[in-house]
């Protein structure tokens, strides 16, 4: 079935380094790619996303990679700060019946001062 | 408030017992997705709606779960004779093109 894995699963930086949280999809029809962000006790919120067509994107200091042929999307933070410390989750839209988003399992981000 | 709502933020059940969940999403939006997510998790795909019609349910869903969508706008979601494997949160989001999901709060599930 289809499937999304993400490493590492914990990750800690200095603050001002740079973090990278990589996933696979199995789907190769996966054409939407989206990374949420959720603080504790709080919901996931969209931070970037990237469609297939596209090879980067970029947005102030975050970015995301996507590599179709491995089926490789990457997650970059540059001068990472502490409000940057929380669960980030990649997620693939599934082509496969009906597409839905599904998510991989999270990195915890910690960033310390 | 024009965000994704759910209610209520936290039900403590027995198990046995049946409980309902709501989800109103943004107006606008017709697609809803309901997903469960324990601690450490990722949010897990349990069930979709466009508009009214139920597209997809996950396979690894039992027959205790339904959702409804009665005219494609604020959605239930039901667990009968609930589990202690139930307790999660249970979390609702909404989008318009089947991309950026919006998240509701989401429901705290906690089976005794």
């Known amino acids: 079935g289809e499937n999304v894995e993400q490493h590492p699963s914990t990750l800690s930086v200095q603050e001002g380094d740079s973090a990278v949280i990589k996933c696979t999809y199995s789907d190769s029809a996966s054409n939407y790619f989206p990374w949420y962000k959720q603080e504790l006790g709080k919901r996931p919120q969209l931070i970037i996303d990237i469609r297939s067509n596209v090879g980067e994107k970029k947005d102030q200091r975050i970015a995301v990679t996507l590599n179709k042929t491995a089926k490789h999307f990457s997650l970059h933070i540059t001068e990472t700060q502490p409000e940057d410390s929380a669960v980030y989750f990649c997620?693939?839209?599934?082509?496969?019946?009906?597409?839905?988003?599904?998510f991989g399992p999270g990195t915890s981000l910690s960033v310390i001062p | 408030d024009t965000g994704v709502s759910q209610d209520p933020r936290h039900k403590i059940t027995k198990r046995g017992q049946n409980v309902t969940f709501r989800c109103d999403p943004i107006?606008?939006?017709?697609?809803l997705y309901w997903y469960r997510q324990t601690l450490g998790q990722g949010p897990e795909f349990l069930t979709y709606f466009q508009n009214e019609a139920q597209l997809e349910k996950s396979r690894l869903l039992s027959d205790r779960f339904s959702a409804e969508r009665p005219k494609g706008s604020f959605s239930t979601l039901e667990i009968q004779r609930t589990e202690q494997g139930d307790s999660a949160m249970y979390l609702c989001?909404?989008?318009?093109?089947?991309?950026?999901?919006?998240f509701g709060s989401g429901t705290q599930l906690s089976v005794l």
């Open positions: 989001a909404s989008s318009e093109f089947n991309e950026k999901l919006f």
């Open positions: 997620a693939a839209r599934t082509k496969t019946s009906y597409d839905k988003v599904i």
């Open positions: 107006s606008e939006h017709n697609r």
